[in-house]
């Protein structure tokens, strides 16, 4: 031990003739005395065919699944004390059936206990069963999530080849951790499939490299693809069995190391030009693959002992290893940009904050250097208007010589009554008239008691109004003042009523007086008074109304009313 009782012939398998070979083992009489727990273990057998363990005669252990997939690359563990057995064995007897021309072979056979034995049985497990399970399991899961990640970035073709690459490795690796069972795939299809995913791994693999490294090789990529095609019609278990299809998977392993080797020549310059780490090492592992491959392909056809385990699918592990260690760059890659992006997007939004800021405030130094400027013209011309036209006025007096003393007091009283009133438009009021019309009531009053006239003052509260400026006030002060001073020179009145009162819409300022009255044809002819009066309610938006006096006190008399909106369009 080890044996080889058959080599492979594959043009015999045709005949499909069943060859069976005996190995019978004797215990010896010392360890057959030993009390312990015995156990019968095997690291490898291979047969195209069934492996049975006999024990005295009587059947301990038989393999299972198809004769082609039976689980060979298992280790066999069998106790030789189970309870259903009377007695030890004292010979074992071991027969392997297979297919003639197929070959077959066994590893060395251990007898002896759990502590001698446990430890070779569990090493040679977990490098033929275990690590092949849990790396084909992690590399189909990575592989699932690159499907996913391809499927939401299709023009990312690496995530789809990583995608196609697992499922060739999971479909390859199958029939190294478990029998087949045929009640799910047929073994002439599974054979096919675990043939040929030697040829779409090899291949995946390589582009993936050229891919990684930014290289297209057309030429070279399309001859791969083409003898993959034609290799996996070739072997269709429409066309062969799956005795056939084993006897052919030489030639198709022979095949991938053919084309695999230029392939990998170019897959290393592409990584050595393009200076990618990544793609260089893979390219070292899908050479170091070739040796490698060469060594399982004399083992798979009995030209080396079976003792030996297969080292590509060990090898292969190492493709596992890259692409996650790939894809895991490009992931942290993708998070490294992303906060790279998010910084640069703070530090220009910040910048663009920061420009707002600095355009806000050329803006609000225009619009006060704006507003600066009209009130300057407003004050001007109110002035000029106002104070200016009764110094203007007392100048003319002056030089003609007429001067007496109650005119000149009546115009420096008409002066310092302008200055006052463009002093009062200054004043912060905000929006609230009432604070506006307290402020000319202090200013007429003295006036009003000069000339006799009592004031009653009715006002009631009026809702602010948003559009009113130190300009607007300025008109609206005119107005009223006008209307007081046409009553205090014109109607002879000897009382005024002040009132205000407001709807949804409007705010209404009433002066009321019981005066001589006022002619509708006056008020249509007006003076210049009224055609200022007229003007400056235009200006505000307002509506001037002169009526006869019937309430308030007064049962002869004018009521004069400023309609003021309470919101206009545009402010």
Known sequence: MPDTAMQRTPGAMAELQTQTTWYRFTLDPQLAKNKSELYFYLPRWQTVGQVALYGDDRLLWRSSGDPVWNGFNQPLWVALNAPELTTRPQVLLLRMDSVHGAGAGLSTAWIGTRSELGWRYQTRTALQVYLLLATGIAFLALGLFCLGVWYKRRHEHLYLLCFLASLCFAGRHLHYVTPLNTGLISAAWYGWMSVNAVNWLATVILIFNFRLCHRRYRWLERCMIASVVLHSVATLPLLESSEAIVSLSPYVYLLVLLFAIPACGFALYAAWRERENAGLLLALIALAGIPLGVHDLMLHGYRISVEHLYLLPLAQMGFFVVFACIILQRYLNGIEHLEQSRALLAQRLQQRETELAESYARLREVEQRDL???????????????????????????????????????????????????????????????????????????????????????????????????????????????????????AGASEIVFATDADAMHARICISDNGDGFSGAAREDGGKGLHNMRYRADRLGATLRWQEAADGGCVRGTRFTVELPLARAGS
């Open 372 to 490: 600066l400027s009209r009130e300057r013209q407003r004050l001007m011309q109110d002035m000029h208007d106002g104070l200016g036209g009764a110094l203007v006025g007392m100048m003319r007096m002056v030089d003609r010589g007429d001067v007496q003393s109650a005119q000149l007091k009546t115009a420096l009283q008409d002066s310092i009554d302008e200055l006052r009133l463009t002093i009062d438009s200054l004043e912060p009021v905000g929006s609230d008239i009432s604070v506006l019309l307290a402020g000319l009531r202090f200013r007429l009053q003295p006036r009003l008691d000069a000339a006799g006239i009592r004031l009653r003052w009715q006002p009631e509260a009026l809702p602010p109004l948003p559009w009113l400026t130190p300009g607007h006030a300025m008109h609206l002060i005119r107005i009223v003042q006008e209307a007081v001073t046409n009553i205090v020179k014109h």
